[in-house]
């Protein structure tokens, strides 16, 4: 696998300086969405809406139980900044000026974009300024994860042994994907990123079935720095938990998380809130689109980035 997703970024006061805090699997730009809008499918003319089992961004939920509050951002799958309709690719000078701020107000400190630069927000973050007609924004990519928040409120430890995701629905991904070489809106256009320590519960689907479940110990992911955290969690401590589930097919999942004590051997199910869409999508669903004067042009998709084992080393990615 390769990245934990730069959508830890947003954590400013343990991650600073990260243009794509990465750990474990393929990713970028992947930046969170809280929202739950449908994503339609695109094509060069029309938008068709996928039936049944759709392409979205989660939202976050939270519950309570007698001895724990758990917090979650919802499973982000690598939020991918697209062209709305590839039949037309030329835009007027004020149409490509509304791109490249919203697209510099998206991607915020992951691209200089001017002087002053731009503050990083999340998809539906309502300080972003208006999306243009001409951009959308779809989940998918190889890469999906989320950051699962856990307070003890006992007086005596807790300690979380295992993760554990049941399929409650699953079918192919049939969005396209025709992305914006972020790097010919800007310049300079650089991606770096930085050492992380979490908790980690890693998952790599094998095209997994309706009503499999697959589990996942914990395990601190050092990045260098030394201080990585224990499992354990100590009375009215708070721990975080970072759930990654990488695939390496064009998929859509719907989830349900479920947790392990130790001491206990059967797992705490969290409620329906929790339940979540991940969309995965491979390169062969993509295209890249670069900003050509006032037209945008296709152009080679670009290799994927290089790692320093689990941490992405920095240089540019232009088609996120």
Request: proline share 6%.
């Amino acid at each position: 696998m390769g990245v934990i997703a730069c959508r830890v970024r947003r954590h400013r006061e343990r991650f600073v300086g990260v243009s794509l805090i990465v750990i474990l699997a393929s990713m970028l730009i992947c930046l969170p969405a809280c929202g739950t809008t449908s994503v339609a499918a695109l094509s060069s003319k029309a938008t068709p809406t996928p039936e049944s089992l759709a392409a979205t961004f989660n939202k976050p939920a939270q519950t309570q139980t007698k001895n724990m509050i758990m917090k979650f951002d919802g499973m982000h799958c690598q939020g991918k900044m697209t062209l709305s309709n590839t039949a037309r690719t030329s835009y007027d000078q004020a149409t490509l000026a509304a791109i490249k701020h919203y697209a510099g107000s998206y991607f915020g400190d992951y691209v200089n974009a001017s002087s002053g630069g731009y503050s990083y927000a999340p998809e539906t973050d309502t300080d972003l300024p208006t999306r243009p007609t001409s951009l959308s924004l779809l989940p998918g990519g190889t890469m999906c994860d989320g950051l699962l928040s856990v307070t003890n409120t006992s007086t005596t430890p807790l300690r979380i042994t295992k993760v554990s995701l049941t399929i409650l629905d699953e079918r192919a991904n049939a969005l396209k994907y025709p992305l914006i070489d972020v790097c010919s809106l800007f310049s300079p256009c650089q991606f770096g990123g930085v050492a992380a320590c979490l908790l980690v519960a890693q998952f790599t689907f094998h095209s997994p079935k309706k009503g499999a479940t697959l589990s996942a110990g914990l395990k601190s992911v050092d990045g260098g720095r030394g201080d990585c955290p224990s499992q354990t969690i100590a009375p009215k401590k708070t721990k975080e938990i970072y759930v990654q589930v990488g695939s390496a097919s064009s998929y859509l999942y719907r989830i349900r998380l479920a947790l392990t004590l130790e001491g206990q051997t059967a797992p705490i199910t969290l409620p329906a809130s929790f339940n979540n869409t991940l969309t995965f999508a491979t390169r062969s669903r993509m295209q890249c689109y670069a900003l050509d004067g006032q037209a945008f042009r296709t152009r080679t998709l670009p290799s994927q980035p290089t790692y320093a084992g689990l941490f992405y080393t920095g240089g540019p990615f232009p088609c996120l």
